[in-house]
């Protein structure tokens, strides 16, 4: 009901100009420079993108009403490009609502507006009023706008503007699905929620990629809002300067390589290799979005060793023992420095296929502190990895890894010392019938108390050879 009233008072405005106006047939009208200004042609036309404009003129004269949206609405002109009434003079001058005025004519932002009140039958119609001026910011055109905007001093001059009375649509058509500023604002939304997620603090790390992506739709949304919602106080061209053209930040940038770097050095054999690899990443980031004014950055990532040149699973920088930068240590004294060795230990398994834990950490099955792939008898049983082939007792653990290989419960390494004592061609350590009496080793109490040392065998005769060992 406001607008309308609005729309009766401006009718009646124009009526008293003197020229008879007849709002019974489309037409567009406005109180130019106080004088009223028809148009003898009017056209509407809707561009691929959507964006309406309201064109109006005479034979020496031309108005333009532009506006983003096929939606009822007030348009505010004068604070975005996408919102634009374009006055062609005469003389060609062209006054824009988007040219500024010069400081000398006034201070103050000169905003005006276009109401889109109604749409019907591919017509429109509603008001508008605007102060336009040429490119230097010196000449202006009023319909109706206000001259003086100083708040303190108000201006009692009358604001008529213009009006657009069922312009018909003539070129383009009106979308079935209309874009409009709460669609912008949605947008908007959804592109903030998304760029947050790339920095959410739960990361260990912020993906460069990630945030450049998300910043350049974040700043497109944001774009979007400026021209079908305007932004009149600045708040959304502040929020896109804050975006600093999405450039990577070079404080999260420095985070990532911190981070990375303390992964670096508590890395293990098993996670070495990823976490260098993952290291040179953020160094080459750190150079790339904070610079490297003394090389260093460069120096240190020129310094990191992530290979494994022998393809053992054992990453270079853990063959060299003592550190000093030089890969000449030699386990197996075979002449092939270990980092080119494939069995570092010379015990005829490859080092690659050595024991090791879940994460790919080499085991140390014997616990004499030498890691299977360094230990040339990786069970300690005095037998040496390369001469203990098969799995004699079928419990599933190769000889080379089995304390007990014969299964009889005595420990490996105390039936090395015994040979063959029932002569039947089958060393003890493994015979699980040691003595031949057809009384399997572990059922003639040989280790009592279960320590794998026969030490506390029975002998139940008495004669200084234990049951196990003693066929009579």
């Known amino acids: 009901m406001k607008r309308l009233s609005i ?4 009718i009646l405005t124009f009526a008293s100009c003197g020229d008879e106006v007849e709002f019974n047939s489309p037409s567009i009208q406005g109180n130019k420079d106080y004088v009223l200004w028809r148009a003898e042609y009017f056209n509407a036309s809707i561009d691929i993108n959507g964006y309406l404009t309201i064109t109006g003129g005479n034979n020496v004269e031309t108005l333009e009403l532009r506006i983003p949206s096929v939606a009822v609405g007030t348009y505010t002109l004068g604070d975005v490009d996408s919102m634009e009434a374009r006055f062609t003079a005469g003389d060609g001058t062209v006054y824009s609502t988007n040219n500024r005025p010069d400081p000398s004519v006034t201070l103050y932002p000169e905003y005006g507006e276009i109401n889109l009140d109604k749409i019907a039958n591919r017509t429109f119609t509603g008001t508008f009023r605007f102060n336009a001026f040429d490119p230097t910011g010196l000449k202006v055109v009023n319909f109706g706008g206000v001259t003086n905007q100083n708040p303190d001093t108000p ?3 009358p604001v008529n503007g213009g009006i657009f009375y069922r312009v018909p649509l003539t070129s383009g058509n009106i979308p079935s699905v209309v ?4 669609d912008a604002e949605e947008q908007t939304d959804l592109a903030q929620a998304a760029f947050n997620s790339t920095t959410a603090s739960e990361l260990m790390y912020i993906n460069s990629t990630d945030y450049i992506n998300a910043c350049n739709i974040l700043a497109l949304a944001l774009e979007t809002q400026r021209s079908y919602c305007g932004d009149i106080d ?5 929020r896109i300067d804050a975006l600093n053209g999405c450039v990577f930040p070079c404080e999260i940038a420095e985070d990532n390589r911190n981070t990375a770097e303390a992964e670096e050095e508590n890395a293990t054999i098993g996670n070495y290799i990823l976490a260098c690899i993952n290291y040179q990443l953020y160094l080459q980031e750190q150079i790339d979005f904070c610079g490297d004014p003394d090389g260093s950055i460069q120096l ?43 069995d570092d230990d010379g015990d005829g398994i490859l080092t690659i296929d050595e024991a090791k834990d879940v994460d790919g950490n080499p085991l140390d099955t014997d616990g004499d502190m030498d890691v299977d792939y360094l230990d040339n008898d990786d069970d300690g049983d005095g037998i040496l990895t390369q001469n203990e082939v098969g799995d004699t007792d079928g ?23 015994f040979g063959d004592t029932d002569a039947n061609g089958q060393d003890d350590y493994l015979d699980d019938d040691d003595d031949g009496d057809g009384l399997l080793t572990a059922n003639e109490n040989a280790d009592p108390n279960m320590d794998g040392d026969p030490n506390d065998a029975v002998d139940t005769d008495m004669d200084g050879v234990p049951d196990y060992l003693d066929n009579i």
């Open 155 to 157: 201006t009692d001059d």
């Open 179 to 182: 874009f409009t500023c709460i």
């Open 300 to 342: 240190e990532l020129d310094e990191l060793n992530c290979g494994d040149d022998d393809g053992d699973g054992v990453p270079n920088i853990f063959e060299d023992f003592n550190g000093d930068g030089v890969f000449d240590d030699d386990t197996d004294g075979d002449g092939i420095f270990n980092y080119l060795d494939e």
């Open 395 to 417: 419990d599933g653990i190769s000889n080379y890894l089995d304390n007990d290989d014969d299964g009889d419960g005595i420990f490996t390494l105390y039936e090395t010392g």
């Open 234 to 238: 600045g708040a959304l061209q502040s």
């Open 7 to 10: 729309l009766l008072i401006t």
